[in-house]
């Protein structure tokens, strides 16, 4: 059973970073068979697409966000990360990791989800 | 705007069968599999059914997905009070090289 965690600050203010880590266990981030990606739903909404990421460090930033949103992998730490900047009320969401399945397939594991709210 | 098109809402009554529809075009749908999840409410989505048609183990098989051309449809046969949720279709799109979601569709149990 693959687990994926989120974990970061909670509240966020405006202007500032949104740094976020996914931890998997029962998996490894280094599996050439998978991608690992955020994606975001804000309150009431549906679901966003943010960013996928490689073990090999290859990545890909829905065009919406891409000027402010970085990905990174940890691979000796079995995680993945997501850095979003310039942060406005906008962005408050639950912000979820989840494992994409090879390519141009989707996602068969999520984390919980963390709810980050962006206010001063 | 999504890519990707689903009615926004859904119902039916107990052991009744309903179908959500997702509409796309051939960069999306008509090209790739379709993901289908179930986001009960207040958790993380969940996937029902992948590669069109296939369910997880553990997914009852009241649930079933199908596709046809740039049309996927999936099917909720013998209707639950526990099947209240929201429903995503998601495939992959080549314009983007990035998956993408519908837009959700709230299904009620009446």
């Known amino acids: 059973q693959v687990l994926l965690h989120e974990s970061g600050p909670r509240l966020v203010k405006p202007s500032e970073t949104l740094s976020l880590t996914c931890t998997v266990s029962g998996g490894s981030v280094t599996s050439g068979s998978h991608y690992w990606s955020w994606i975001r739903q804000p309150p009431g909404k549906g679901l966003e697409w943010i960013g996928y990421?490689?073990?090999?460090?290859?990545?890909n930033y829905n065009p919406s966000l891409k000027s402010r949103v970085t990905m990174s992998i940890a691979i000796f730490k079995n995680q993945f990360s997501l850095n979003l900047t310039s942060v406005t009320t906008a962005d408050t969401a639950v912000y979820y990791c989840?494992?994409?399945?090879?390519?141009?397939?989707?996602?068969?594991?999520w984390g919980q989800g963390i709810l980050v709210t962006v206010s001063s | 705007q999504s890519v990707v098109t689903q009615p926004p809402s859904a119902s039916g009554t107990p052991g009744q069968r309903v179908t959500i529809s997702c509409s796309g075009s051939?960069?999306?749908?008509?090209?790739?599999?379709v993901y289908w999840y179930q986001q009960l409410p207040g958790t993380a989505p969940k996937l029902l059914i992948y590669?069109?048609?296939q369910r997880p183990s553990g997914v009852p098989d009241r649930f079933s997905g199908s596709k046809s051309g740039t049309s996927a449809s999936l099917a909720i046969s013998g209707l639950r009070s526990e099947d209240e949720a929201d429903y995503y279709c998601g495939p992959w799109d080549d314009s983007l090289s990035a998956p993408v979601f519908g837009g959700g569709t709230k299904l009620t149990v009446l």
């Open positions: 990421i490689y073990y090999s460090g290859s990545t």
């Open positions: 590669r069109n048609d």
């Open positions: 989840a494992r994409g399945i090879g390519d141009y397939e989707g996602f068969d594991y």
């Open positions: 051939s960069s999306n749908i008509g090209s790739h599999y």
